[in-house]
T-cell receptor, first 112, second 113 residues
Framework: QQQVKQSPQSLIVQKGGISIINCAYE??????FPWYQQFPGKGPALLIA?????SEKKEGRFTISFNKSAKQFSLHIMDSQPGDSATYFC???????????FGTGTRLKVLA | NAGVMQNPRHLVRRRGQEARLRCSPM?????VYWYRQLPEEGLKFMVY????????ESGMPKERFSAEFPKEGPSILRIQQVVRGDSAAYFC???????????FGPGTRLTVT
């Protein structure tokens, strides 16, 4: 019940294309869903986060879509750039707590 | 304001040796979290500490692993008698409060030969 399932495991996108990464959670108590971006040799860095009271959140080229009834959320990267090539992790957490449950990661490669 | 610092960045140990991983939180942060990342897997919570206190160690293996966050100095994750299965990236994160966003360090990559 604590799992966050993430897909695909890897993704190759042409420059300018849309990258889509999907996550599904089981714990209905989760009410905070952050996405982290991790470059090789670096620690994860918070990219964007959403709470279930909204169905979509957009920051620049990055958009989170949230479907509460399906317990799913996804990250869309518009106009993908080679600099977006990284591993992306979704996570679920209960607000006010510290224990993030991470997905297994998606390795994104954007071709120039 | 320096970010979360971890050292060493890479650590090689032979089976049976001890590994000590250090984490200095961001300035003003008194909450530290350790995560482990196995190859091709996400980060798994290990332990949450505040100064001189272990708050939650539910993700720590019961044996050989210990963590501390002394009043002075960095937080330390200690692995005794390492085995090959301990090879992983260990990340430390810090936050100013329990309900605050966690900021991650660059990690220590432990290789057990």
């Amino acid at each position: 019940q604590q799992q966050v399932k993430q897909s695909p495991q890897s993704l190759i996108v042409q420059k300018g294309g849309i990258s889509i990464i999907n996550c599904a959670y089981e714990n209905t108590a989760f009410d905070y869903f952050p996405w982290y971006q991790q470059f090789p040799g670096k620690g994860p860095a918070l990219l964007i986060a959403i709470r279930p009271d909204v169905s979509e959140k957009k920051e620049g080229r990055f958009t989170i879509s949230f479907n509460k009834s399906a317990k799913q959320f996804s990250l869309h990267i518009m106009d993908s750039q080679p600099g977006d090539s990284a591993t992306y992790f979704c996570a679920g957490a209960i607000s006010g707590t510290y224990k993030y449950i991470f997905g297994t990661g998606t390795r994104l490669k954007v071709l120039a | 304001n320096a970010g979360v610092m971890q050292n060493p960045r890479h650590l090689v140990r032979r089976r049976g040796q001890e590994a000590r991983l250090r984490c200095s939180p961001m300035k003003g942060h008194s909450h530290v979290y350790w995560y482990r990342q196995l190859p091709e897997e996400g980060l798994k919570f290990m332990v949450y500490l505040q100064k001189e206190n272990i708050i939650d160690e539910s993700g720590m293996p019961k044996e050989r692993f210990s963590a501390e966050f002394p009043k002075e100095g960095p937080s330390i994750l200690r692995i005794q008698q390492v085995v090959r299965g301990d090879s992983a990236a260990y990340f430390c994160a810090s936050s100013p409060g329990e309900e605050s966003e966690q900021y991650f360090g660059p990690g220590t990559r432990l290789t057990v030969t």
